[in-house]
């Protein structure tokens, strides 16, 4: 109605003192022949608790997931390098012992070679191996050298995987960015590079543009 009109909630004390949230609408009347204003006052005290203790709720959610997920990205990060410096380690380790052994079979059988052979070829395709899963679960390069850096790097390696070319550009200027905002839109990036190769039906030799 034309003559309604809400001011919003007010603070109202009660007989006994006490103060209640009240929510005025004021409604223009003819009353005996006169324009008077009825005031109607609802109570919405427990509207307004019910809501601030959903946002409390909420914020307090929000806070558990990134605490879950900073620990999440903490325990990807021990891992991967447990991955990458004790495994790897000894990757390294055990083909230099068959290279020493290959280097000492002159007169051995040829077959013997050979097999020493395929086993080094074994160990480096296992050493790709881990530095691809350690590099998945914690890129270095982002630690390393930044977030610009690895959303260029996570966008070529893209590429290579799927052969869907992905052409990444940025207005934004190389600077230190906090380790958890780095960290957020990195996964946010790489989770939308798999949305782009699961769902998006793009194919071999189609061109996906990223800006940032």
Excluded at 78 to 92: M, N, P, V
Excluded at 130 to 137: C, D, G, N, S
Excluded at 173 to 186: S, V
Aim: glycine letters at 4%; a negative charge.
């Amino acid at each position: 109605m034309e003559n309604v009109r809400n001011p919003g909630v007010w603070k109202h004390m009660k007989k006994d003192g006490s103060l209640i949230d009240v929510e005025i609408i004021n409604n223009e009347i003819v009353l005996d022949d006169q324009v008077a204003l009825l005031v109607l006052a609802n109570d919405v005290t427990e509207k307004i608790l019910a809501e601030e203790a959903l946002i409390d709720s909420n914020n307090q959610l929000r806070k558990l997931s990134t605490h879950l997920e900073k620990i999440r990205e903490e325990e990807r990060t021990f891992i991967a390098r447990e991955i990458h410096d004790e495994l790897g380690q000894q990757l390294t380790g055990l083909k230099m012992d068959i290279s020493w052994l290959t280097k000492k079979m002159h007169a051995v059988d040829p077959e013997l070679k050979l097999k020493a052979q395929e086993m080094l070829l074994l160990i480096d395709d296992t050493v790709k191996t881990v530095r691809r899963i350690a590099t998945e679960l914690r890129p270095g390069i982002l630690d390393d050298l930044g977030l610009i850096a690895a959303l260029q790097w996570q966008s070529q390696e893209f590429s290579k995987r799927t052969g869907i070319q992905c052409q990444f550009n940025t207005d934004l200027h190389d600077q230190h960015y906090d380790q958890n905002l780095a960290t957020g839109i990195f996964r946010i990036f790489q989770e939308s590079l798999t949305n782009v190769a699961r769902h998006a039906s793009a194919a071999k030799g189609q061109l996906i543009t990223f800006f940032v």
